[in-house]
């Protein structure tokens, strides 16, 4: 586990609710510079809709948490086995320099955010829940 000082403490209450949530082997920070942090969860499955059986999220929780909406999110790229195309939520994009690897961007914008529900932790299961019934 890598650990890097959170600059707020909503940061660090966060980063402390999504290594409870996900394994703290399995969150990886990175300061993004700005007071914020940049959160990737590695191996996750996103079931049977999709040719990968797991993948990694990414966002950003930025210094303005939790005044600021967690969006947008991203995976590792994903192929549909149904073959058809991602829906308009989902766009193909490049994330964070990742070498060699594409991402997919997922916009779900909490319209009606709601900070004491809206937490990085609850974005980030709802958007795999999403994701896996896509």
Known sequence: MTTHPA???PIAT?????RAHFGADAVTITPDGSGGVY?????????PA???ARTWLGFQISAAHPDADIYPHY??????????????????????GRPGEQ?????RRSNHRDP???TPINKAV??????TTQ
């Open 14 to 18: 966060a980063l402390t609710e999504l």
């Open 39 to 47: 959160v990737v969860i590695s191996d996750l499955p996103v079931g």
């Open 103 to 107: 991402a997919l961007q997922i916009s």
């Open 116 to 118: 004491a529900v809206d």
């Open 126 to 131: 709802r958007i795999l829940a999403w994701l």
């Open 7 to 9: 600059t707020t403490a």
């Open 50 to 52: 999709y040719t990968q």
């Open 75 to 96: 995976t590792g790229a994903l192929t549909r086995t149904d073959g058809q195309p991602h829906g308009q939520a989902i766009q193909h994009v490049t994330w964070q």
